[in-house]
């Protein structure tokens, strides 16, 4: 079969492949799938990150039940860079005879991978202690990191009551509710307890490094139901805490960094209505925080994930509900999060807000720019003894965001 040669001249072949450039550019792009396939265990509180050679490595906890069980460990999966499937799970931490929970992963400025996760003593995550482990070999296929160093991180807040009495006695300036009042007083007296300050610091979120090399690790307390920040500027080798981000129910921070310097911590709200994010900003590096206070972003009471995106957008994965964690949303701020323009939904269940539950995300952007979110994948509408938990992979680009939903049929 004979085929014709079309010669173009040279400016309008360079028009054409610019404008199929520009068009292939800003194609919608949306990727979706299970770490691994539906199971009874409790899968949860997943952190994502890219590896240096493009690959992909996600963390969780799985088990019984951390409030019941003593066998919850911390497992990990690849997916190898081109690869559409992810591999076998692996145990990247178990503590013998006590549940682990809500890993962290991330890399450090020397490109050592992190893993911070909280044991929980008691069965009761009030009762938590941190630990950590480091490994410079981490990249080899199918397999754990080459962990080198593990230890405990142990806390020892500084001023601490002082702290939480001038807080909150800021704090009861701003609300209204006088049944909020017996809680303040309750955290004012728990505050001179030096076992109750010490233990039960809880990561969620992965470290924020400045452009100094400070390494800001939020954290936060269920006993006293708030949150605080973890400075390191000798990467890693000590740490100390920030003074207490006081608030009724703020914790699960998520730092982002503004281009003037400020940080804004995204919290849970685990407290009083409104049913809205809360958040706090601090101008100083992270050593001292504003009140907790109110954003309009909804919030049913489950932790929100922030990013600033390398065209110095922010992204925010979240559940966009006042009750109920059936729906998971993406959205982008151009403003540096005075509005969110573009929202598109990673789950949109319609049915009865228990049916689904699409929560605890973790986000980042890749080096060839897409947008990976991990989380917890719970289908409660099953029978209980069929599977029904997993973890939850999706990456897609920002045209696909601000194209909204309904725009293509997963």
Request: zero cysteines; charged letters at 20%; a neutral charge.
């Amino acid at each position: 079969m004979s085929r014709a040669l079309i010669v173009l001249p040279l400016g309008l072949a360079w028009s054409l492949l610019i404008l199929s450039s520009v068009s292939w550019a800003a194609m919608p792009y949306y990727k979706s799938e299970l770490v691994f396939p539906l199971e009874n265990s409790h899968n949860h509180a997943s952190s994502i990150l890219e590896l240096p050679n493009g690959e992909l490595l996600i963390a969780w906890y799985s088990g019984a039940g951390e409030h019941e069980a003593d066998d919850v460990k911390i497992l990990g999966a690849r997916k190898a860079k081109g690869e559409s499937n992810w591999g076998r799970p692996f145990v990247m931490a178990d503590t013998p005879n006590f549940p682990d929970g809500n890993p962290v992963i991330f890399l450090d400025r020397q490109k050592r991978l992190w893993l911070v996760w909280p044991v929980i003593v008691a069965n009761d995550w009030r009762t938590t202690i941190l630990k950590y482990r480091i490994a410079a070999d981490y990249q080899q296929p199918r397999q754990a990191p080459n962990w080198k160093d593990t230890d405990i991180l142990l806390i020892a807040p500084k001023d601490f009551s002082m702290e939480i009495q001038r807080g909150f006695d800021q704090y009861a300036k701003t609300i209204s509710a006088q049944s909020e009042s017996q809680r303040i007083r309750s955290l004012k007296t728990l505050a001179g307890d030096k076992f109750a300050v010490r233990m039960g610091w809880i990561t969620r979120s992965r470290p924020l490094i400045l452009p100094t090399g400070r390494m800001l690790m939020p954290i936060y307390s269920d006993g006293f139901s708030i949150s605080s920040v973890l400075i390191s500027d000798d990467g890693g080798n000590s740490w100390t805490m920030s003074k207490p981000i006081v608030g009724l129910g703020n914790i699960q921070p998520s730092l982002v960094n503004k281009n003037d310097g400020t940080l804004v911590a995204y919290m849970r709200n685990a407290g009083p209505p409104p049913r809205r994010l809360y958040s706090s900003s601090s101008s100083d590096g992270g050593v001292s925080w504003t009140l907790a206070s109110h954003t309009q972003l909804p919030n049913p009471g489950s932790p929100a994930d922030v990013i600033r995106l390398a065209n110095g957008n922010w992204a925010l994965v979240y559940n966009d509900t006042d009750e109920g964690r059936q729906r998971l949303a993406i959205s982008l701020s151009d403003d540096e999060g005075k509005s969110w323009r573009w929202t598109r939904h990673l789950e949109l269940d319609l049915r009865e807000k228990s049916a689904g539950q699409f929560h605890y995300p973790s986000i980042i952007q890749t080096q060839d720019g897409l947008l990976h979110v991990s989380y917890s994948y719970f289908l409660n509408h099953l029978p209980p003894e069929a599977p029904h938990k997993s973890i939850k992979h999706a990456a897609f680009n920002l045209d696909w965001i601000r194209a909204g939903d309904g725009s293509d049929k997963r």
